[in-house]
């Protein structure tokens, strides 16, 4: 019987093997999919509505170091730092009203920064699955086609997921959402809690096809391999 802690140590093995035999893919993997998640919204919002007129980081951030030193509580500190926007892009609309923004705050580039992480590593684990064979018990096929749809399902997800907005009458919704004008606000509403739901099951089943693979690739390798 293999215990819980077996596992995670075969797929933190796993993974280890799979990122070191490609740590150029692995890198420009991630980069591309973390450049996809900050600038492929503005894009459908440009090609959509209106192309982006505005783009800034937060003036406040040089303030930053001064906030962290300042008496205020911890958890206050940490909850306000965890909704602070970081950027924005905007396109200018008619009497001084944004046509629509996008901002990206500290919540949203963890996001990023792990679905990126994600993606890279499902890709790397299934390209070293196939190349060291197919793992006992799971098909070539199956598994390629689990690699694809994982990867796709993750860009998609970032860039139709839950995105920090203004000028769009809700505090949060898909960029999809966005991209049309006219919506009424509770479809927007309604958007915005699905986009969460959607965005965390994407997350939630990244991260468990990883440790799967991370897991059968780990049980393939020499002991001696293992332990290092």
Not at 2 to 12: D, E, G, Q, Y
Not at 68 to 82: I, N, R
Request: glycine share 12%; with cysteine.
């Amino acid at each position: 019987m293999i215990s819980r802690f077996s596992r995670l140590v075969a797929a933190f093995h796993g993974v280890a093997a799979a990122v070191r035999s490609r740590p150029g893919l692995f890198v420009v993997i991630a980069t591309g999919v973390l450049v996809l998640d900050v600038f492929l919204p503005p894009l459908v919002l440009s090609l959509v509505r209106k192309p982006w007129t505005f783009f800034t980081f937060n003036p406040w951030l040089k303030k930053l170091p001064e906030y962290v030193g300042s008496a205020a509580p911890p958890g206050q500190k940490l909850d306000f730092l965890s909704r602070v926007a970081l950027f924005w892009f905007t396109a200018d609309g008619p009497f001084g009203v944004p046509e629509w923004g996008f901002a990206v705050d500290t919540m949203d580039v963890l996001r990023f920064l792990g679905m990126s992480l994600l993606v890279a590593t499902y890709f790397v684990l299934w390209l070293y699955r196939r190349e060291h064979g197919a793992l006992a018990g799971l098909p070539g096929h199956a598994t390629r086609a689990g690699g694809v749809a994982g990867a796709v399902v993750g860009v998609l997800g970032l860039s139709t997921g839950p995105c920090s907005v203004v000028g769009c009458g809700a505090p949060v919704l898909p960029v999809i959402g966005l991209a049309f004008a006219g919506l009424s606000s509770g479809t927007l509403a309604l958007l915005s809690a699905l986009s969460r739901v959607a965005i965390s099951v994407v997350l939630v089943a990244l991260a468990a096809g990883v440790a799967f693979l991370g897991w059968r690739v780990g049980m393939t390798l020499p002991s001696q391999a293992r332990a290092r």
